[in-house]
């Protein structure tokens, strides 16, 4: 899209859904709608990628994305590029809500948000998980293009299983000085947080004995048992490359459930 | 303004705090504060996250709200393993002794459902039986939150303790209004690398 088309489109409001049924023992995408500029598209039985059809998320745009994963059923969601966050008139929002039924498997794993100069942008993710559900969820954020100090980004993340909280986390970024308590000098910042099923849970005090369940560290990156059924990866890195490197490395590193 | 928050509060009080850093060593082994300025930016980040998550909670404590549902709520809001058993040692300790000093339904109600409870629970409960407000529980635990740390700073690089202190005087104490979820990724790593490490002064 031409800089003059950016420039000429008005604030969207989108929302845009996935839902799965299990139809004779396999899964079936039964809701697949895109409301630009969130396209989705079909890209495997049970995979759907999503296409921008539309500069963006521009300033104003309000945007949302709500999976449904059916009980005993797999999705899997990718994006085809990054997405390009930039400036306009307002603050801008995307938002993904995801629920995930017993037995089900998700798997988000879209490409990184990149804030560009002068954007203002908040992101949201609202995740509940039913009894013994899977998720494998990845989040990257890189602060500004090339040569870009970057924008203004909130993003707030909130999952929950079998009716517990299991993540809770809010990340300010370009909004005030960079702390060496926060982020330090890192431009990019991301996490995949993948989940066993809740039966398998154990108390802190159990998790401290094991030397698997102690978690993993190394240069920017760190693997971390949550106390819930869940594990979180989380790294920071100078660009997007080394940050999926890092990220990779904690994966790596945590016990197949 | 009650005298048993003063206490509370006071780094003498016997509940162990002077043990931990609060990832304060670890950034100092790795570079990260090294000066006056760098210990500033570490505490303003400090503050407005870890110290802002337990100012919420230590204030809903205080105001009555469920400990065990509080305790959980910070249990999803704490990613590192290692940050939440700086947390429960902390608070286990401070439910110890303020069950000593000011003996009481309240507190022992606490330590029947949570022995070692988050830090910023074992504090609100606290304040409440002392006879605190809400809001002074939250910038109670602000305080802890920071103060800590900048006396780790004093001990760890030999800062000026006045110097120090009035970098504590300026920092802008958060609101405790709401319950929020500020996570700060290289607190994360501090305390995980920090736990690993072999030659440490402070526990956490």
Do not use: N
Not at chain 1, 216 to 233: E, K, R, S, Y
């Amino acid at each position: 899209m031409s800089l003059a088309a950016v420039a000429a489109r008005r604030a969207m409001r989108a929302r845009a859904e996935i839902a799965t049924t299990l139809s004779a023992g396999r899964t079936a995408l039964t809701v697949l709608r895109s409301s630009p500029p969130l396209t989705l598209r079909q890209t495997g039985p049970v995979t759907v990628h999503l296409v921008s059809t539309a500069a963006g998320p521009l300033g104003g745009d309000e945007l949302e994305l709500d999976l449904r994963v059916a009980p005993g059923t797999t999705l899997e969601v990718g994006s085809i590029a990054s997405t390009l966050v930039l400036p306009g008139e307002g603050p801008s929002s995307m938002t993904v809500t995801a629920h995930v039924g017993a037995g089900a498997s998700l798997r988000f794993a879209p490409e990184p948000t990149v804030l560009a100069d002068g954007c203002d942008h908040r992101m949201a993710v609202r995740l509940s998980l039913d009894g013994d559900a899977r998720v494998w969820w990845r989040e990257e954020v890189v602060m500004g293009r090339y040569g870009e100090a970057g924008g203004r980004c909130v993003t707030r993340f909130d999952a929950t299983a079998g009716g517990r909280p299991l993540l809770r986390q809010e990340l300010e970024l370009g909004t005030g000085p960079c702390s060496p308590a926060v982020l330090g000098g890192a431009r990019c910042v991301g996490s995949v947080l993948t989940t066993r099923p809740c039966d398998t849970a154990v108390a802190d005090g159990a998790v401290a004995d094991g030397a698997v369940a102690d978690g993993a560290v190394a240069d920017g990156v760190v693997v971390m048992p949550l106390a819930g059924p869940g594990t979180l990866v989380q790294a920071l890195a100078a660009d997007a490359v080394e940050l999926r490197e890092r990220l990779d490395w904690g994966l790596a590193q945590v016990p197949p459930s | 303004m009650t005298p048993g928050l003063l206490l509370l509060t006071d780094s003498r009080l016997p509940a162990g705090s002077h043990a931990h850093s609060g990832g304060m060593e670890q950034a100092v082994k790795e570079g990260l504060v090294h000066d006056l300025a760098s210990l500033e930016s570490f505490l303003a980040g400090r503050l407005r996250t870890a110290g802002a998550v337990a100012a919420g909670f230590a204030s809903q404590a205080c105001a009555g709200h469920d400990p065990v549902e509080l305790d959980a709520e910070l249990d999803a809001r704490t990613a590192s393993p290692a940050q939440r058993e700086a947390a429960r040692t902390q608070g286990r300790l401070l439910l110890r002794v303020a069950r000593r000093i000011w003996p009481s339904p309240a507190l022992e109600e606490l330590a029947g459902r949570l022995p070692s409870p988050h830090h910023p629970i074992a504090l609100g409960v606290t304040a409440a039986v002392v006879g605190a407000t809400p809001r002074e529980a939250g910038a109670a635990a602000a305080y802890h939150a920071v103060t800590g740390p900048a006396t780790a700073a004093v001990r760890l690089l030999g800062l000026d303790p006045v110097a120090v202190h009035r970098v504590l005087a300026t920092l802008d104490l958060p609101s405790p209004d709401g319950l929020p979820a500020a996570s700060a990724p290289l607190l994360d790593l501090l305390a995980e690398r920090h736990r690993r490490s072999p030659v440490r002064l402070f526990v956490s």
